[in-house]
């Protein structure tokens, strides 16, 4: 993240000029006004960084406000020559993917055949999910294919595969995570990766 070079003032100034100029059409800029001046509530005295949406490769601008150590809001960044501003609707939820209650800190385990759901915490999730993808990839790793050329003769070629474990990313992954994720599905040898997120 970068602190961000515009300041807010000067945005603010221009959203004016929009409003005043829309305010002569006849327009109810009521709303307008009323966001703005929240906006301009939530972030008084937080400094601004700017920084790019975490979600796709399309890279909006993002501005982050931060006080006390703490995002207080993320919204587009008008300085951004790809995005000028704006976000999708997944990148203006940024702020509830950071700063939310509901957020969960514990995992559901259902062991086998049983019926009901049991609360784990993280870290005991991390070490089974660990210590499984271990046994799976000792047991399905497959360094030599042997097979048949076109005239009947034996083949054999050096693979370093595991076809037992498959890797599928989700859009509420972030760039950097999908990233990690890749280079580690790929040194362990999976040969099936796949993202929702793709565009
Ligand atoms: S998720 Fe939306 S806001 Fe974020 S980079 Fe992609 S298009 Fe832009």
Same mark, same amino acid.
């Given at each position: 993240m970068f602190e961000a070079t515009a300041s807010r003032r000067q945005f603010f100034r221009g959203t004016g000029m929009t409003v005043g100029t829309l305010a002569g059409l006849?327009?109810? @800029?009521? *709303?307008?006004?009323? #966001?703005?001046?929240? %906006?301009?509530t939530k972030i008084h005295g937080a400094k601004e960084y700017a920084s790019v949406c975490p979600y796709c490769a399309v890279g909006c601008g993002q501005i982050v406000s931060v006080r006390d150590g703490k995002?207080?809001?993320?919204?587009?960044?008008?300085?951004?020559?790809?995005?000028?501003?704006? @976000?999708? *609707?997944?990148?203006? #939820?940024?702020?509830? %993917?950071?700063?939310?209650?509901?957020?969960?800190?514990?995992?559901?385990?259902?062991a086998p055949f049983a019926t009901e759901w049991e609360e784990k915490p993280l870290d005991w999730a991390m070490e089974r999910i660990a210590q499984l993808t271990k046994k799976t990839r000792d047991e399905t790793f497959v360094e030599k294919w042997e097979g048949q050329d076109r005239e009947g003769?034996?083949?054999?070629?050096?693979?370093?595969?595991?076809?037992?474990?498959?890797?599928?990313?989700?859009?509420?992954?972030?760039?950097e995570w999908n990233y990690v994720q890749l280079k580690l599905a790929r040194a362990l040898g999976l040969i099936y990766l796949e993202n929702q997120a793709r565009i």
């Amino acid at each position: 993240m970068f602190e961000a070079t515009a300041s807010r003032r000067q945005f603010f100034r221009g959203t004016g000029m929009t409003v005043g100029t829309l305010a002569g059409l006849g327009l109810d @800029l009521k *709303p307008a006004r009323a #966001a703005a001046e929240n %906006l301009k509530t939530k972030i008084h005295g937080a400094k601004e960084y700017a920084s790019v949406c975490p979600y796709c490769a399309v890279g909006c601008g993002q501005i982050v406000s931060v006080r006390d150590g703490k995002i207080v809001n993320i919204e587009g960044n008008p300085d951004s020559p790809i995005s000028r501003g704006t @976000l999708c *609707p997944k990148g203006s #939820a940024s702020y509830q %993917l950071a700063v939310n209650p509901n957020r969960l800190t514990k995992v559901k385990y259902r062991a086998p055949f049983a019926t009901e759901w049991e609360e784990k915490p993280l870290d005991w999730a991390m070490e089974r999910i660990a210590q499984l993808t271990k046994k799976t990839r000792d047991e399905t790793f497959v360094e030599k294919w042997e097979g048949q050329d076109r005239e009947g003769k034996p083949v054999q070629k050096t693979v370093n595969h595991c076809a037992g474990i498959a890797s599928l990313g989700g859009a509420t992954m972030d760039n950097e995570w999908n990233y990690v994720q890749l280079k580690l599905a790929r040194a362990l040898g999976l040969i099936y990766l796949e993202n929702q997120a793709r565009i």
